[in-house]
């Protein structure tokens, strides 16, 4: 079973840039599908990144609200993953949260993600 820490949040500008990191413990995250996910006060949480399960070909998915902007990415040695946020808007403004899961793909589903950090405040100003 892995355990989750999320760090780097904070308040920036509109068009600034934050890094979110995800430290990974009791299992290795290399293991596992990650993928980060966001949720503002009154809205359902919502899926930002994915990456597969490492293997021959990993892959990475995005919303299509961050995609260009963000970067998600994952540190095997280090045990820790990685999103990248520049540009940011007043939009981005949430409580983002990185999960895992143990499957092998890079799902987009909440629901298919076994272990939860407990999120990081995003909060970008105008």
């Known amino acids: 079973q892995v355990q989750l820490v999320e760090s780097g949040g904070g308040l920036v500008q509109a068009g600034g840039s934050l890094r979110l990191s995800c430290a990974a413990s009791g299992s290795t995250i290399g293991n596992y599908a990650t993928g980060w996910f966001r949720q503002s006060p009154g809205k359902e949480r919502e899926f930002v990144a994915a990456?597969?399960?490492?293997?021959?070909?990993?892959?990475?998915v995005y919303a299509d609200s961050v995609k260009g902007r963000f970067i998600a990415s994952r540190d095997n040695a280090k045990n820790t993953m990685y999103l990248q946020m520049n540009t940011l808007k007043p939009d981005d403004t949430a409580l983002y949260y990185c999960a895992a899961r143990n499957g092998v793909s890079a799902a987009r589903g909440s629901m298919e993600y076994n272990y939860w950090g407990q999120g990081t405040q995003v909060t970008v100003s105008s």
């Open positions: 990456i597969s399960r490492s293997g021959v070909m990993t892959v990475t």
